[in-house]
């Protein structure tokens, strides 16, 4: 489990143009959509600036990104002899899952720290960041695992790819990371309620910026969702070498 | 399920042991009763035309495809009742691509190692054995992507040999390599062989190949093994130089046309072959 882990660290040492390439979207975010809707303040976020309630949400949607297309390198290593050897589809897909998580820490470092130059301000306490580390890994393995789910019954990259597009945006949109669920029509807040991308904001915001949420709640969704996810990822991953 | 245990033998001098082995997708019909055994420290090779089933049967004894319990056994133990103890004993080379092109080739071979469990203490030791033995002592460093064709197999040769396996399982070790590289990949399978005393078992459609590296053949045609022997045997009474389409003709009398699957065949060798570029 750790092994993919380390692995994946290893892949990011050598290769960083992935890391630059896919800050470009959550800089424009918070650049762009960012600093416009500060600006007419549009969205009521109370005494919170919109770029500090916003930071969190964007943290949490690159992150989603990374892992939403995880599933791609399980089709590419489907016949690769991974599968072939005694290490159990459960922990190949946990430790899969948490690759996905290092990832997105590694991003998570990008987007903070321009989070920083706009002028958000974060928590300073050590243990508060410890809890960003913890839920960005375990919001990451979820959508990782919801990856190789999909993966695992679409077969083929150009399926995972289209049904990967397909699904992020409402994900995104349908969670607290853009607004707040009291704006929301009735039957969003019943999709944000049941999409984990909102505990996962409503912790990061709870710990990076100081907005109460329900972090207890948070944390346990979060890691139910993402024991669930390994479950079924790895019930349908034999399906792959078929 | 009572009369396959009836002819059941004592199978604990095989390496490989197949009774009446099948196995359909959907309809398609790809391995068809093949009974098949390897004798330990022997290197059997496995030969046929693309969607003879020669893939099919490998999953089915390295476990990746279900086989019923009863159809293969390996080193004595039930493939489908002793699943992981069955991994443990097999080195695996697949067809498609294995190493990671972002990792080193050492990296490449760790992960493998720890996949399998060898111990923290001899990782380090045994990953560059496994290196150099497959003469890649001074590329270990570099990314897999700056690779050879014929490297990156070897690459992928040492990861499938990284876990001290019994049983060595190559997928056409040597797809769309050019004559040297094939030569250097057969030079590293035969001194392994020679070191360890571990069982080969290789498929390929190359006929020469067959013939120069190993003890006994099976020639696979729509999923059945239509005939089996040492080399010469199955050479007697032809020329020399025969191609695999005269041996197969000469004992199957069957025409070699194309399988209805051909164009997923095709994709998947191609895509083994273009990484090469």
Redesign the interface.
């Known amino acids: 489990m750790a092994a993919l882990c380390v692995v994946e660290l290893q892949k990011i040492r050598h290769d960083r143009t992935e890391l630059y390439t896919r800050a470009i979207q959550p800089a424009l975010w918070l650049l762009i959509f960012g600093e416009t809707f500060s600006r007419i303040q549009a969205i009521p976020t109370g005494q919170v600036p919109y770029l500090d309630y916003l930071a969190p949400g964007i943290l949490a949607q690159s992150a989603l990104f990374i892992a939403i297309f995880y599933g791609i390198q399980i089709i590419w290593e489907r016949d690769a002899g991974v599968l072939v050897t005694p290490t159990p589809r459960t922990a190949l897909v946990t430790g899969k899952a948490f690759a996905a998580g290092v990832r997105a820490l590694a991003q998570a470092v990008a987007i903070l720290v321009l989070s920083i130059l706009l002028g958000v301000t974060l928590t300073l306490n050590p243990l508060r960041w410890l809890g960003v580390v913890v839920i960005v890994m375990l919001g990451t393995a979820f959508f990782a695992c919801l990856s190789m789910t999909i993966a695992g019954l679409a077969m083929s990259r150009d399926r995972l790819m289209g049904i990967g597009q397909a699904i992020t945006m409402p994900l995104f949109f349908g969670s607290n990371a853009l607004y707040p669920v009291a704006l929301m029509p009735d039957w969003l807040r019943v999709v944000s309620h049941v999409n984990p991308l909102s505990y996962e904001v409503d912790a990061l915001r709870h710990l990076l910026i100081g907005i109460p949420g329900n972090l207890p709640l948070d944390f346990a969704v979060l890691v139910l969702a993402t024991a669930a996810g390994i479950i079924t990822a790895s019930s349908v991953l034999g399906r792959l070498v078929r | 399920m009572s009369s396959e245990k009836a002819t059941a033998k004592p199978t604990s001098e095989y390496a490989v042991a197949c009774r009446d082995l099948r196995h359909a997708?959907g309809g398609a019909v790809a391995v068809d009763g093949v009974d098949l055994a390897v004798a330990e420290g022997e290197i059997f090779g496995l030969l046929g035309p693309n969607g003879a089933g020669k893939t099919t049967t490998i999953?089915l004894i390295?476990?990746?495809?279900p086989a019923r319990p009863g159809m293969v056994e390996v080193f004595g133990l039930d493939a489908a009742r002793h699943q992981?103890a069955v991994?443990?004993s097999?080195g695996?080379?697949?067809?498609?691509?294995?190493a990671?092109a972002?990792?080193?080739g050492r990296?490449n071979v760790e992960?493998?190692a720890?996949?399998?469990?060898v111990p923290r203490s001899e990782r380090r030791e045994r990953v560059g054995e496994v290196l150099s033995a497959v003469g890649l002592e001074n590329a270990a460093e570099r990314?897999a992507q700056t690779y050879s064709g014929g490297m990156i197999r070897r690459l992928?040769l040492a990861?499938?040999l990284v876990?001290t396996p019994r049983l060595l399982i190559l997928d056409e070790p040597t797809i769309g390599l050019d004559p040297v590289a094939r030569d250097g990949v057969w030079e590293r399978i035969q001194e392994v062989r020679r070191t360890t005393g571990m069982t080969v078992l290789v498929t390929t459609h190359h006929m020469d190949e067959a013939d120069l590296h190993c003890n006994r053949i099976a020639l696979m045609h729509r999923g059945r093994i239509r005939a089996l022997g040492t080399p010469s045997e199955l050479k007697s009474g032809l020329e020399s130089g025969a191609t695999l389409e005269e041996v197969f003709r000469a004992y199957t009398g069957d025409q070699l046309d194309e399988p209805a699957d051909g164009f997923r065949d095709a994709r998947r060798t191609r895509r083994t072959a273009s990484r090469l570029g």
């Open positions: 997708f999953r390295t476990t990746l495809l992981m991994r443990r097999i695996y080379l697949p067809q498609q691509l294995s990671d972002a990792l080193t990296e992960l493998f720890r996949l399998f469990d990314r992928e990861q499938a876990s």
